[in-house]
């Protein structure tokens, strides 16, 4: 049983409660339904693989959060990014140019998210971290 660190005891049985706005229900973790690259399936990602190579910019990352969002060329709604799909050495900033590949979100399978997305232009006049380094302190986008 995965207990959520944030979880208060009541101090007499050991029982524990999970702090308010946890997404947890009855002490067992919810899963994501957005399929990352760490729980994708090998059918999964070789359906997103094969698909069609998609190019946008980014509209926001955020290091600490571990993820941030697209905007594709095509014009549709902004496409989630986790952290796990970002290819290459560098943190993508606000303006880089990319290109990825879409992937279904469970339960519908209507909406995307990004896999395998990789910066093909940096933003002009913007430092670039290496994911290597200790993240700046400003960076809380």
Same mark, same amino acid.
């Given at each position: 049983?995965?207990?959520?660190?944030?979880?208060? %005891?009541?101090?007499?049985?050991?029982?524990? %409660?999970?702090?308010?706005?946890?997404?947890?229900? *009855?002490? &067992?973790?919810?899963?994501?339904?957005? +399929?990352?690259?760490?729980?994708?399936?090998?059918?999964? %990602?070789?359906?997103?693989?094969?698909? +069609? $190579?998609?190019?946008?910019?980014?509209?926001?990352?955020?290091?600490?959060?571990?993820?941030?969002?697209?905007?594709? =060329? @095509?014009?549709?709604?902004?496409? &989630?990014?986790?952290?796990?799909?970002? *290819?290459?050495?560098?943190?993508?900033? @606000?303006?880089?140019?990319?290109?990825?590949?879409?992937?279904?979100? +469970?339960?519908? &399978? *209507?909406?995307?998210?990004?896999?395998?997305?990789?910066?093909?232009?940096?933003? @002009?006049?913007?430092?670039? *971290?290496?994911?290597? =380094?200790?993240? $700046?302190?400003?960076?809380? =986008?």
């Amino acid at each position: 049983m995965s207990k959520h660190p944030d979880a208060k %005891s009541d101090g007499k049985s050991g029982d524990q %409660s999970p702090p308010p706005g946890s997404p947890m229900v *009855e002490r &067992f973790l919810i899963p994501s339904p957005i +399929p990352t690259r760490r729980t994708r399936t090998y059918s999964q %990602s070789e359906r997103a693989r094969a698909g +069609p $190579l998609f190019h946008g910019r980014m509209k926001s990352f955020c290091r600490h959060q571990g993820h941030g969002f697209i905007i594709p =060329n @095509e014009g549709t709604d902004p496409i &989630f990014v986790h952290i796990s799909d970002i *290819e290459g050495d560098v943190v993508p900033v @606000e303006g880089d140019e990319v290109s990825f590949k879409r992937c279904p979100v +469970p339960p519908k &399978f *209507e909406k995307f998210c990004a896999a395998h997305v990789t910066i093909t232009r940096f933003k @002009e006049g913007v430092p670039h *971290e290496r994911w290597d =380094n200790a993240p $700046l302190l400003h960076d809380h =986008n």
